[in-house]
Structure formats: structure tokens, C-alpha cells
């Protein structure tokens, strides 16, 4: 168990909708990360946020929005669904910005 | 720009038998390397890093990595491997500088399957 909790595990929507991913990172970590991780692309990162702030942006679309809470969970939230946006999508969370990052088991996310 | 390459998707080998799969990267200033592996339906596993220091890292589940910093390589061995050890590994560098600074770039993974 890495101590990352992600909710929920699947999710099964149609296009056109909104979903909203949980991310409870390790004790103590401020730093979370979302990743994408599919067939095609591989995993690409999407966000970083540091402390409630936003600190880096990757490849995510303007459809794709995240924060982290006062609490420091995170939310990551995916509009206007599309077919290819189903992959699954993990986060991950760490002490310093040099540490290893912890994983979560990932949202698996399919858009029907 | 910094990346990462494993260039076979695929590594095949018999129980027993020492291991190794391979990285390469590309990065401005000193790198920052880790293994990580991925068990079906799961999450990623980290398994070893490289900062500084010794070339020869030790990690969990009897892995190790070499760092050459001639070769720009960063390859994962084990001596003897388990069937259990079939899964998924990637290769990862830290992005250090600038804006993106604690992002991890990954290689595309390579599938490590480990015959009885």
C-alpha cells in the first residue's frame, strides 16, 4: 500500500458528461501529481499542485481542471468527455519536489 | 528537451537467470533516475533512485540499477529473476529546473515476462 487513495477505481460514463477524481495523498506529502497513463500516449503528466497551489501544468487539456484542498487532497475534474479520454489516471503524491513520487492504483475511466 | 528511451518493449527470461532492462536519457544538468514497476491493475511501485553517489544502486525486491554517465544509460538488473517479477517497468528522470521542477518524464515501459 503506498498510501495514496484514489476514488473511485472505476468509472464508466458517456460522452458529453463530467467526472470528478479523488486523490488522498500520503501523510505529510505536499506535492501531488496527476498522471494519464494510456495504450497510445504512454504516461504523460497533466498537473502538479505544491501546498494548494498550482505548480506545473503538462499536457492537459482545457477541458481538464484540478486543485488541492486546504486538507491537501486533490480533485481532478474532466468535462465534455470524449471517447479518447478514457484511460486511466493516476496520482501520485511526494515530500520534497526531489523525492520519489508514490502512486496511487489509479481511476480507470471509461467514456462510452 | 529531457526524455527518456527503453528500447525494448519487451524483455524475455528464464527464472533464474540474471535480468536486465534498459534506459537511456536525456536531461540538462545532473540527473534524476527512478525504476518503477507495474503489476496488472495496479498502481506504480517505486523501486530505486539515483541522485548522486555510487554508480550501483540498490533497491527493493533485489533490484539494481547502474548509472553511466558516459553512456547517458541508466539500465535495471537483478542476478536471478523470480516469475513473480513479470510486470511492467519504467524508467523515469526528474525534471530538475525551471517550472516543471518534480515532474517525472517516463520511457514507454518495457514488458518484463519471466518464464519457470
Known amino acids: 500500500d503506498s498510501g495514496v487513495t484514489q476514488t473511485p477505481k472505476h468509472l464508466i460514463t458517456a460522452t458529453g458528461q463530467r467526472v470528478t477524481l479523488r486523490c488522498s495523498p500520503r501523510s505529510g506529502d505536499l506535492s501531488v501529481y496527476w498522471y494519464q497513463q494510456s495504450l497510445d500516449q504512454g504516461l504523460q503528466f497533466l498537473i502538479q499542485y505544491y501546498n494548494g497551489e498550482e505548480r506545473a501544468k503538462g499536457n492537459i487539456l482545457e477541458r481538464f481542471s484540478a486543485q488541492q484542498f486546504p486538507d491537501l487532497h486533490s480533485e481532478l475534474n474532466l468535462s465534455s468527455l470524449e471517447l479518447g479520454d478514457s484511460a486511466l489516471y493516476f496520482c501520485?503524491?511526494?515530500?520534497?519536489?526531489?523525492?520519489?513520487?508514490?502512486f496511487g492504483q489509479g481511476t480507470r475511466l471509461t467514456v462510452v | 528537451a529531457q526524455s527518456v528511451a527503453q528500447p525494448e518493449d519487451q524483455v524475455n527470461v528464464a527464472e533464474g537467470n540474471p535480468l536486465t532492462v534498459k534506459c537511456t536519457y536525456s536531461v540538462s544538468g545532473n540527473p534524476y533516475l527512478f525504476w518503477y514497476v507495474q503489476y496488472p491493475n495496479r498502481g506504480l511501485q517505486f523501486l530505486l533512485k539515483?541522485?548522486?553517489?555510487?554508480?550501483l544502486v540498490k533497491g527493493s525486491y533485489g533490484f539494481e540499477a547502474e548509472f553511466n554517465k558516459s553512456q547517458t544509460s541508466f539500465h535495471l538488473k537483478k542476478p536471478s529473476a523470480l516469475v513473480s517479477d513479470s510486470a511492467l517497468y519504467f524508467c523515469?528522470?526528474?525534471?530538475?529546473?525551471?517550472?516543471?521542477?518534480?515532474?517525472?518524464?517516463f520511457g514507454k515501459g518495457t514488458k518484463l515476462s519471466v518464464k519457470p
Open positions: 539515483y541522485i548522486t553517489g555510487d554508480n
Open positions: 501520485a503524491s511526494s515530500r520534497y519536489w526531489n523525492t520519489e513520487a508514490f
Open positions: 523515469a528522470v526528474l525534471l530538475a529546473y525551471g517550472g516543471s521542477q518534480g515532474n517525472l518524464i
